[in-house]
């Protein structure tokens, strides 16, 4: 394997990395468009943090934001939910800052969830972008598995659409696949040959368990929707991310389009199967692990009883990488 580091005029790469030791490592600014895919809970308890922040009025906050907006620390809060969502706060958080941090002034970022988390994440977003940066929801409905008796059964997941510049942000829908008329006897034979542009739900199936499209990695969303992501807010010779990137289905498609993207997971596995999948167009990058320095918190009183052995905390959302994405 060869170790290219990253540059804006080099080549698509597959990186193996926690993307919270490899993000911080990328220039500011420098992709058009981030998707993300992130996993609900990853399983591991995770240090816990009891203080967020929500935005407050201009100026009053005891904390800087983005675009010196202020923020009010707001503690214990969390504490109320249980530790799962606790857990998926802290750990998501820090990497949808580094989302912002690296999107282009005219760049999106699309963050795909479900209908479990994705109140939780509008918050986060609306506090890290701004909720003038809020562009769409996308509602992404498929229709495949067995029906629960006791609710409406759940068959769609959810796709939040932020923007880095709600006034300089690209987004070109004439590229992007039409869909047919549900009433076409209502409209002119052009139209219909044309079909319309797409709303914000999106009618797709899942990948088909004996297509080709399938990779054998459990979590594989179908190119079709990651096609009208990327062919509607990126252009040809445009940088693309995904920093929980599994079997690489953005790289996949990014790749047809003639975009150029950086696909990272920390999952040995979701590497192989990239590396068989878009090997072809992309370089496997393993970027030496940074190293944990022990900082000491306080200096203690000189009277203090001799120091004790205390194991650093884990750091936020790491990952074990021998995890398997079923158990994602
Ligand atoms: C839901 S899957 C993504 C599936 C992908 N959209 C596709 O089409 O194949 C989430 C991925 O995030 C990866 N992941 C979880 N935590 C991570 C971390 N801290 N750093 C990098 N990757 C991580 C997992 O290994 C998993 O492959």
Redesign the pocket.
Known sequence: MSTPNWTPDGGSLIVH????DYLPTLPDGSFTLIYV???FN?GRAQRRQQTTMVRSTEGTGDRTGFKGRSYTTVKGLLSSYDDAFEDYWAFLEPRMAEAWRLLADDGTLYV?LDYREVHYVKVMLDALFGRDCFLNEIIWAYDYGGRAKNRWPAKHDNILVYVKNPVAYHFDNAEVDREPYMAPGLVTPEKVALGKLPTDVWWHTIVSPTGKEK?G?P???PEGLLRRVVAASSREGDWVL?????????GAVAGKLGRRFVC????PQ?IEVMERRLGHTAQVLVPAKPKRVRTRRTAPPRTAAPKTATPPAPPA???DPG?T?AA?
Request: proline share 9%.
């Open positions: 990395a926690d993307n919270a895919d992130p996993p990853t795909h990779t990695y979590t594989q969303k995904d920093f929980f990137a599994g079997s690489g289905t953005l990272v997971d920390a999952n979701a959302g790491s990952v995890q994405p994602l």
